[in-house]
């Protein structure tokens, strides 16, 4: 019983998931009278987006539970393991993956059918990648990681090609594919060698071999041990879109419907994230591969350092919004990656990095949804012409813009200021006071975009004639604002328990 | 009202930010209403800051009626609350500053409800600054200062655009230099890198200090190590000093207050810029004495660059709201020279100046909005012989200008002589002679555009006719900061008895550092 317990948010997404698809299959289409269709789901993306959403509430609320019982108190859960670990850690991630899937359901509720592309498939999809994407977190084991790896990314390669009609949909999801599949077999190739060289698929066992590295008696060869953490690190790197592994991200994005879009930014990066933590601090946590002299430290500096400074210089040269908010993606990995190095002396990092998510998923949400509130049918916003004067037509999608912009720009009193807090803290913590200042500058760099798309929504007015974005008016798009509005001001003005919370995951990371 | 008075400071921050909050519930279409609620929270603000000042026990000093409440227990952040004698004169400042800064908004009609939302949120961050004892806190307030600037500037700001000229005309009309998008951006972004330098600081504090506490009480008794202190005060320096604008970090603040609108300038100008000041030091120069006293003779040095250049591009300058905006690098300059010089009268000159130049300047920004809403233009050489239609106007303008060249009676004077005194005790000789200098400099524009503007025949003597003098609320904004100027410069001990206090309790620490300091050279 404890286990299943232990199990239950993985298990209730799953289920539902299942559930939802039967429910899809069975039911009847909501279709305008005379119009002929074989998808068994179309027109039904309301009550889809809604069962979506209610699962994946339940998911979070299941770890929420899970937390407070204390995964340490259930010692049945060792069954599992090293293939499902499930402690603090892993239980905060997956509650971040579900507040971000939950989010990107309602949105889809809301642009599925306003954009003419009714199709139910979505929703089971979207909880079947969130499985992946909550087991990808608990991976102990390197079989785990590449099973949740696979099973997240297939359902999203499928969610960015969900608007078949369009040529940008197919070269999105095209690009990822293969760019996905390519950076899925150098770092299969790379845990392949990790097995070859230590024996052990289990992260755990892993650790222990590379600490042996030395001692008398072993066999633990060093160099294939850089070598498969040189191919791991690149195909995590490409999941979270680091640079020089960023470059599906705009595209991917830009073609992709922006709930797909959404869930990419914030559940897919949020695992990735996750397992790039477990792996370097279980498997590579030895002392002479976590320093700053040699390992992972250095080169996942240089990664943050490229990430950010590229990003928020490239996406300040955007004409699409879509496409500024993937480089902010990009760039919020780079400041993300920060914590990670950090993470190297400092445990507190860890839980720095998983708050910094949970805000990021917020923020990054809250802002998509927004932007989607702010064009309609044929008319979607997508350059910042199309925002011009919206402060004025939908004043509040506009101050809920405005809001997830500040957060995203790590402005007070929202939840990307503690974010960025409390991540350059721990960064200066561990003495690494220049990825610290870099990342300080950087946000300012960053704040220049965001700030410029709120010239737009309150300083411009449409050119006369030029064809403009009509605002849209969606309950569930609303919903989602609302309670990522609230997510964002909580974090942002009481953070003090989810800090207590994610500083909890930090110690069981390990 | 006992719960009032344990809870004075928390209404007086809290003031203006509910009447922002009250304001959201209103009509926009409503103008009366939102005027009248705007009014309320700043005179309740002002009430209690003038209560504070009146309830301050000078025989006791040090921090008084200190309020507490937790906001984030794991890290040691509190709302703690607090006045010394710095904190109420600067809080009658602000306070007389909105007050005055509404009615001087009273006539605004392009979405006045917005407006007054966003200048209550900024007067409600300032009010924070000035009362704040926690680190953490200090910089939230600081932040909430600052960014309602930029949409006040960007949406509400001036059309006027400096026309293009010189070898580098197509620099400023690709970015549109000196439209209001382009000074909201720049005054944004700047004070941003200045925001990420402080924050750097914070939290290296932080964690130097045991990574328990943020209250500034706390962490100036933590004695923190040389090294740490000679890296982390210029930071802070040009971190607060981008606000205060320490040159070459001034270049956002004659843009930004070309470009705001009349209220947004006097609150920018008059106290937004102290904030900067105040947190050179609050932050700086308290918490890090052996940084201050260490890189004092540079702050200084840099403060005769900004009391010199800001005059000699004030005296250049054409464009009227550009005259005053420089003005103000100029007498900011003062300020951080009066804090360079680690001497007590320097310091009370330092302060003074902060409250003296704040009344001044929103008196002058309250004039120029009077002039440009009637005479359409900013640009001086279009104008003249002003005074016969607008007589008030004229006299306090001059008023304004006698109070800021530092005439004998106004309160200009008593600030400027005090800083040039304490320039002299520490020795610095060369400071006090070019303060003096910059003095005579600010004469010279300060009359010169006075009298080009109000006196003599202007190219347009004969379309001025439909000028009018002040009207109704305009009235408010120039009598009470007219009759600040004069009450303050004629019995300074008013203000100065406050700062004084805090003065002497503050100053040994970083003097007793400067002190340690020379010992160890000798």
């Given at each position: 019983m404890n286990l299943l317990f232990g199990l239950s948010p993985f298990l209730a997404v799953g289920v539902g998931a299942l559930l939802l698809m039967l429910a899809e299959a069975f039911g009847k289409p909501n279709v305008a009278p005379g119009v002929e269709t074989t998808d068994a789901g179309a027109g039904r993306a309301g009550e889809l987006a809604l069962g979506a959403a209610v699962i994946l509430v339940i998911g979070a609320v299941l770890s929420v539970a899970v937390w407070v019982a204390g995964p340490e108190s259930l010692p049945e859960l060792t069954q599992v393991a090293p293939h499902l670990v499930i402690d603090k850690f892993t239980l905060f991630f997956s509650f971040t993956l579900c507040v971000g899937g939950a989010l990107a359901a309602l949105l889809a509720g809301g642009y599925l059918p306003e954009h003419g592309i009714d199709r139910s498939e979505f929703f089971p999809l979207l909880l079947l990648s969130t499985v992946g994407a909550m087991a990808l977190s608990a991976a102990g084991d390197l079989l785990t990681l590449f099973v949740a790896l696979e099973t997240m990314s297939l359902g999203v390669y499928s969610l960015i090609g969900l608007?078949?009609?369009?040529p940008r949909a197919a070269e999105a999801a095209l690009k990822y594919f293969l760019l996905g599949s390519f950076a899925a077999a150098i770092m299969l190739f790379g845990l392949a060698l990790l097995y070859g060289a230590t024996g052990h698929t289990d992260l755990a066992g892993i650790g222990a071999a590379v600490r042996s590295i030395g001692s008398p008696g072993s066999t633990v060869s060093a160099g294939k041990i850089l070598i498969s953490l040189v191919l791991v690190l690149v195909g995590l790197a490409f999941k979270v879109s680091a640079v020089p592994f960023h470059q599906w991200t705009p595209d991917a994005y830009e073609g992709a419907p922006t709930p797909a879009a959404t869930y990419m930014a914030v559940a897919v990066k949020s695992a990735a994230f996750a397992v790039l933590l477990r792996v370097l601090l279980v498997g590579f946590g030895d002392e002479r591969l976590a320093s700053w002299g040699a390992g992972w430290p250095p080169a996942l500096a240089v990664l943050a350092v490229l990430s950010m400074t590229v990003a928020n210089l490239v996406a300040g040269r955007q004409e699409s919004v879509k496409r500024m908010l993937a480089y902010s993606s990009i760039a919020h990995a780079g400041y993300a990656l920060v914590g990670v190095v950090a993470a190297m002396r400092s445990p507190e990092a860890v839980s720095a990095v998983a708050f910094y998510l949970l805000a990021y998923t917020v923020s990054t949400a809250g802002a998509f949804g927004a932007l989607i509130l702010c064009g309609s049918r044929g008319a979607e916003a997508v350059s910042y012409e199309d925002l011009a004067g919206v402060g004025k037509r939908h004043p509040a999608a506009a101050l809920a813009f405005s809001l997830f912009l500040f957060s995203l720009a790590g402005l007070?009193?929202?939840?990307g200021f503690f974010g960025k807090l409390y991540v350059f803290r721990t960064a200066i913590d561990s003495g690494l006071y220049t990825l610290a200042i870099l990342g300080l500058v950087n946000s300012v760099i960053g704040a220049y975009y965001y700030l410029r798309v709120m010239v737009y929504l309150y300083m411009r007015e449409p050119a006369p004639g030029a064809p403009r974005a009509v605002t849209m008016r969606s309950g569930f798009v609303a919903t989602a604002l609302v309670a990522a509005a609230i997510f964002v001001l909580l974090l942002g003005m009481a953070p003090g328990f989810t800090l207590d919370m994610a500083s909890g995951a930090a110690l069981t990371a390990r | 009202m006992p719960f009032l008075e344990s809870h004075l400071l928390g209404v007086i921050v809290a003031a203006p930010f509910l009447a922002a909050l009250a304001l959201l519930f209103v009509s926009p279409t409503r103008p009366g209403a939102i005027r009248a609620i705007s009014l309320v929270g700043a005179l309740v603000s002002l009430a209690g800051s003038v209560h504070v000042a009146l309830g301050y026990d000078l025989a006791r000093g040090g921090l008084q009626r200190a309020e507490r409440y937790p906001l984030v227990p794991s890290l040691g952040i509190d709302l703690s609350l607090a006045v010394d004698g710095w904190s109420v004169s600067l809080l009658l400042l602000t306070g007389v500053i909105i007050v005055t800064g509404v009615l001087a908004s009273?006539?605004?009609?392009?979405?006045p409800r917005d407006f007054f939302v966003l200048l209550l949120v900024l007067v409600a961050g300032v009010f924070g600054v000035f009362v704040c004892q926690d680190l953490f806190v200090f910089f939230l307030f600081y932040e909430i200062a600052v960014l309602p600037m930029y949409l006040l500037i960007g949406i509400w700001g001036s059309r006027g655009k400096v026309p293009a000229a010189g070898p580098f005309a197509f620099v400023w009309r690709r970015f549109d230099v000196g439209g209001r998008e382009y000074a909201a951006m720049k005054l944004t972004l700047m004070l941003l890198v200045g925001s990420a330098a402080i924050l750097v600081v914070i939290l290296a504090l932080y964690s130097a200090a045991g990574g328990s506490t943020f209250d500034l009480q706390a962490l100036a008794r933590a004695r923190f190590p040389r090294e740490l202190q000679l890296w982390a005060f210029p930071l802070l320096w040009l971190g607060f000093g981008s606000l205060a604008g320490v040159f070459p970090f001034h270049t956002w603040s004659p843009d930004g207050h070309a470009a705001a609108p009349t209220a947004v300038s006097m609150l920018h100008a008059g106290v937004l810029m102290k904030l900067g000041a105040f947190g050179v030091i609050r932050v700086g120069m308290l918490l890090l004495p052996e940084g201050a006293s260490y890189w004092a003779p540079t702050v200084g040095g840099v403060a005769v660059i900004n009391v010199l250049y800001g005059a000699i591009c004030a005296l250049t300058q054409r464009d009227l709201k550009y005259v005053i905006a420089y003005s103000s690098v100029s007498h900011m300059g003062v300020v951080m020279l009066g804090a360079a010089t680690l001497t007590v009268d320097g310091w009370n000159g330092a302060i003074y100046q902060m409250f003296a130049h704040g009344m001044m300047t929103g008196l002058f920004f309250a004039l120029v909005g009077l002039v440009y809403d009637r005479a359409h233009t900013r640009w001086v050489p279009s104008m003249g012989g002003f005074a016969r239609q607008m007589p008030w106007v004229a006299s306090f303008f001059v008023l304004a200008g006698l109070s800021s060249l530092g005439l004998p009676g106004l309160a200009g004077f008593v600030a400027e002589f005090l800083v040039f005194l304490g320039a002299w005790q520490s020795q610095h000789y060369v400071w006090a002679l070019a303060g003096v200098l910059g003095a005579w400099v600010t004469a010279v524009y300060v009359l010169r555009v006075g009298r080009d503007i109000f006196f003599g025949e202007g190219p347009r003597s004969d379309e001025i006719h439909h000028l009018t003098d002040a009207r109704r609320s305009e009235w408010g904004a120039l009598w009470v900061l007219g009759a600040c100027l004069v009450v303050f410069g004629s019995y300074p001990r008013l203000i100065l008895d406050f700062i004084h206090v805090a003065t002497l309790e503050y100053l040994p620490r970083a003097a007793g550092a400067a002190s340690a300091l020379l010992e160890a050279s000798r």
């Amino acid at each position: 019983m404890n286990l299943l317990f232990g199990l239950s948010p993985f298990l209730a997404v799953g289920v539902g998931a299942l559930l939802l698809m039967l429910a899809e299959a069975f039911g009847k289409p909501n279709v305008a009278p005379g119009v002929e269709t074989t998808d068994a789901g179309a027109g039904r993306a309301g009550e889809l987006a809604l069962g979506a959403a209610v699962i994946l509430v339940i998911g979070a609320v299941l770890s929420v539970a899970v937390w407070v019982a204390g995964p340490e108190s259930l010692p049945e859960l060792t069954q599992v393991a090293p293939h499902l670990v499930i402690d603090k850690f892993t239980l905060f991630f997956s509650f971040t993956l579900c507040v971000g899937g939950a989010l990107a359901a309602l949105l889809a509720g809301g642009y599925l059918p306003e954009h003419g592309i009714d199709r139910s498939e979505f929703f089971p999809l979207l909880l079947l990648s969130t499985v992946g994407a909550m087991a990808l977190s608990a991976a102990g084991d390197l079989l785990t990681l590449f099973v949740a790896l696979e099973t997240m990314s297939l359902g999203v390669y499928s969610l960015i090609g969900l608007r078949r009609g369009s040529p940008r949909a197919a070269e999105a999801a095209l690009k990822y594919f293969l760019l996905g599949s390519f950076a899925a077999a150098i770092m299969l190739f790379g845990l392949a060698l990790l097995y070859g060289a230590t024996g052990h698929t289990d992260l755990a066992g892993i650790g222990a071999a590379v600490r042996s590295i030395g001692s008398p008696g072993s066999t633990v060869s060093a160099g294939k041990i850089l070598i498969s953490l040189v191919l791991v690190l690149v195909g995590l790197a490409f999941k979270v879109s680091a640079v020089p592994f960023h470059q599906w991200t705009p595209d991917a994005y830009e073609g992709a419907p922006t709930p797909a879009a959404t869930y990419m930014a914030v559940a897919v990066k949020s695992a990735a994230f996750a397992v790039l933590l477990r792996v370097l601090l279980v498997g590579f946590g030895d002392e002479r591969l976590a320093s700053w002299g040699a390992g992972w430290p250095p080169a996942l500096a240089v990664l943050a350092v490229l990430s950010m400074t590229v990003a928020n210089l490239v996406a300040g040269r955007q004409e699409s919004v879509k496409r500024m908010l993937a480089y902010s993606s990009i760039a919020h990995a780079g400041y993300a990656l920060v914590g990670v190095v950090a993470a190297m002396r400092s445990p507190e990092a860890v839980s720095a990095v998983a708050f910094y998510l949970l805000a990021y998923t917020v923020s990054t949400a809250g802002a998509f949804g927004a932007l989607i509130l702010c064009g309609s049918r044929g008319a979607e916003a997508v350059s910042y012409e199309d925002l011009a004067g919206v402060g004025k037509r939908h004043p509040a999608a506009a101050l809920a813009f405005s809001l997830f912009l500040f957060s995203l720009a790590g402005l007070p009193p929202t939840a990307g200021f503690f974010g960025k807090l409390y991540v350059f803290r721990t960064a200066i913590d561990s003495g690494l006071y220049t990825l610290a200042i870099l990342g300080l500058v950087n946000s300012v760099i960053g704040a220049y975009y965001y700030l410029r798309v709120m010239v737009y929504l309150y300083m411009r007015e449409p050119a006369p004639g030029a064809p403009r974005a009509v605002t849209m008016r969606s309950g569930f798009v609303a919903t989602a604002l609302v309670a990522a509005a609230i997510f964002v001001l909580l974090l942002g003005m009481a953070p003090g328990f989810t800090l207590d919370m994610a500083s909890g995951a930090a110690l069981t990371a390990r | 009202m006992p719960f009032l008075e344990s809870h004075l400071l928390g209404v007086i921050v809290a003031a203006p930010f509910l009447a922002a909050l009250a304001l959201l519930f209103v009509s926009p279409t409503r103008p009366g209403a939102i005027r009248a609620i705007s009014l309320v929270g700043a005179l309740v603000s002002l009430a209690g800051s003038v209560h504070v000042a009146l309830g301050y026990d000078l025989a006791r000093g040090g921090l008084q009626r200190a309020e507490r409440y937790p906001l984030v227990p794991s890290l040691g952040i509190d709302l703690s609350l607090a006045v010394d004698g710095w904190s109420v004169s600067l809080l009658l400042l602000t306070g007389v500053i909105i007050v005055t800064g509404v009615l001087a908004s009273w006539t605004l009609t392009d979405r006045p409800r917005d407006f007054f939302v966003l200048l209550l949120v900024l007067v409600a961050g300032v009010f924070g600054v000035f009362v704040c004892q926690d680190l953490f806190v200090f910089f939230l307030f600081y932040e909430i200062a600052v960014l309602p600037m930029y949409l006040l500037i960007g949406i509400w700001g001036s059309r006027g655009k400096v026309p293009a000229a010189g070898p580098f005309a197509f620099v400023w009309r690709r970015f549109d230099v000196g439209g209001r998008e382009y000074a909201a951006m720049k005054l944004t972004l700047m004070l941003l890198v200045g925001s990420a330098a402080i924050l750097v600081v914070i939290l290296a504090l932080y964690s130097a200090a045991g990574g328990s506490t943020f209250d500034l009480q706390a962490l100036a008794r933590a004695r923190f190590p040389r090294e740490l202190q000679l890296w982390a005060f210029p930071l802070l320096w040009l971190g607060f000093g981008s606000l205060a604008g320490v040159f070459p970090f001034h270049t956002w603040s004659p843009d930004g207050h070309a470009a705001a609108p009349t209220a947004v300038s006097m609150l920018h100008a008059g106290v937004l810029m102290k904030l900067g000041a105040f947190g050179v030091i609050r932050v700086g120069m308290l918490l890090l004495p052996e940084g201050a006293s260490y890189w004092a003779p540079t702050v200084g040095g840099v403060a005769v660059i900004n009391v010199l250049y800001g005059a000699i591009c004030a005296l250049t300058q054409r464009d009227l709201k550009y005259v005053i905006a420089y003005s103000s690098v100029s007498h900011m300059g003062v300020v951080m020279l009066g804090a360079a010089t680690l001497t007590v009268d320097g310091w009370n000159g330092a302060i003074y100046q902060m409250f003296a130049h704040g009344m001044m300047t929103g008196l002058f920004f309250a004039l120029v909005g009077l002039v440009y809403d009637r005479a359409h233009t900013r640009w001086v050489p279009s104008m003249g012989g002003f005074a016969r239609q607008m007589p008030w106007v004229a006299s306090f303008f001059v008023l304004a200008g006698l109070s800021s060249l530092g005439l004998p009676g106004l309160a200009g004077f008593v600030a400027e002589f005090l800083v040039f005194l304490g320039a002299w005790q520490s020795q610095h000789y060369v400071w006090a002679l070019a303060g003096v200098l910059g003095a005579w400099v600010t004469a010279v524009y300060v009359l010169r555009v006075g009298r080009d503007i109000f006196f003599g025949e202007g190219p347009r003597s004969d379309e001025i006719h439909h000028l009018t003098d002040a009207r109704r609320s305009e009235w408010g904004a120039l009598w009470v900061l007219g009759a600040c100027l004069v009450v303050f410069g004629s019995y300074p001990r008013l203000i100065l008895d406050f700062i004084h206090v805090a003065t002497l309790e503050y100053l040994p620490r970083a003097a007793g550092a400067a002190s340690a300091l020379l010992e160890a050279s000798r």
